[in-house]
């Protein structure tokens, strides 16, 4: 029995082995007749394989040159752009463009109404919370995120203008219960970022401001201001559907919270928020950020928003 099974593996193997063979003489048949051992073929082989070769290189080359190009116009418009906006804010600006980051160093902290002014100015966005009307949440804190603007980058009132629609939870809450609070941290820029200053560290300065939202409606003489200072900061705010009916609003201040430094936070008054107290060691600060201007525009503009508390 064991020579048998040792006779069949051998059958076995010569058999593959004569099958080998008949294959590679059935390839060395074709090749010959298509030519494909010709040296002729083997040159012409190597010829494509070079233009191929070629095109890929092309292809890559193109595909670099194409992504040069890109970041050579990026930077170029990046350039002119901050150029543009350089200018402008050189020359006092407009406050017609897109907010953009100002990293300057802060007010003095001894300088709360002071401090409170700046963030405010150079928030483009601002946490509010109100007394939620959702059926699940009823009567709970609730929080969003709105765009503001209280006036032109270095030349704001301080007043804090919304732009709001009865579609988003904001509007829906305050129609029921107009109170609320806003927050503005120097986080939503990048001063405490080049700082190292995390968004809790005190030194990353921000104002809390309790009040009562109110619509600013287009027969108030104040509906132009609120229009230009959300606008004018945020230009795509413009172009909302008209079936949204967003509408401007404003927040009617009651108390304001400066916290900036260690030891807790600060409380300004309404009276002091919209007039700064500006003694002389700080008006080149002043002057700097056009808090108050040559002709105290500021002041007077400021002075006319205090009668509508």
């Keep these: 029995m064991h020579y048998a099974s040792r006779a069949l593996t051998f059958a076995l193997v010569f058999l593959a082995a004569l099958a080998n063979l008949a294959a590679e003489a059935s390839s060395a048949e074709e090749s010959s007749l298509l030519g494909l051992d010709d040296p002729q073929w083997d040159e012409y082989r190597e010829f494509k394989e070079f233009q191929e070769f070629q095109a890929w290189k092309r292809a890559s080359k193109e595909r670099r040159r194409h992504h040069e190009d890109e970041e050579r116009r990026e930077r170029y418009e990046r350039k002119r752009f901050h150029g543009a906006e350089n200018e402008k804010r050189r020359r006092g600006g407009d406050g017609r463009s897109a907010r953009k980051d100002v990293v300057a160093d802060p007010p003095p902290i001894d ?59 904001t509007a829906q809450d305050v129609f029921k219960d107009n109170r609320a609070t806003l927050m503005m941290s120097l986080a939503q820029g990048r001063y405490c970022e080049l700082k190292n200053y995390d968004p809790m560290d005190p030194r990353c300065a921000r104002v809390v401001m309790t009040g009562k939202i109110k619509a600013v409606k287009e027969d108030n003489p104040e509906y132009p201001i609120a229009k230009n200072a959300v606008y004018g900061r945020h230009p795509w705010l413009a172009h909302m559907p008209a079936d949204h009916h967003f509408f401007f609003a404003k927040l009617k201040i009651g108390t304001i919270a400066v916290l900036d430094t260690f030891g807790g936070p600060k409380y300004v008054t309404v009276k002091d928020y919209l007039n700064p107290p500006n003694p002389k060691a700080h008006s080149e600060y002043l002057e700097r950020y056009q808090l108050l201007g040559d002709d105290n525009e500021s002041q007077k503009s400021a002075e006319r928003f205090s009668s509508y508390f």
């Design 111 to 169: 300088q709360a109404a002071l401090m409170a002014r700046y963030i405010v100015n150079q928030a483009g966005w601002t946490s509010v919370a109100t007394v939620s009307s959702r059926k699940d949440t009823e009567s709970y804190p609730f929080v969003n995120i709105i765009s503001f603007s209280d006036g032109p980058l270095g030349n704001g009132t301080g007043i804090p203008y919304l732009f709001l629609t009865p579609l988003d939870f």
